[in-house]
């Protein structure tokens, strides 16, 4: 959930990520009373210890998971 009665706008969080080093390949976002929840996929693996989530202008952040990526052969 993230801080501010509608939160920020799709553009801001995509930049906040994006300087934090964690650019979004997919942002999904649903206002709700209340607030703004935020969904985004970013490369990588981050921790919930990772001291990048720390610049974001949430409330709660929690990493969700990971996936493996499919290697491509020549």
């Excluded at 709700?32 to 210890?49: D, K, N, Q, S, W």
């Amino acid at each position: 959930r993230l801080e501010g009665a509608d939160g920020p706008s799709r553009a801001e969080l995509t930049q906040a990520l994006t300087a934090l080093g964690l650019p979004p390949r997919t942002l999904l976002l649903r206002r709700e009373a209340g607030g703004l929840a935020a969904l985004a996929e970013v490369e990588g693996i981050v921790a919930a210890t990772d001291p990048r989530l720390g610049g974001l202008p949430a409330q709660r952040i929690l990493p969700l998971g990971f996936y493996a990526v499919p290697v491509r052969g020549e």
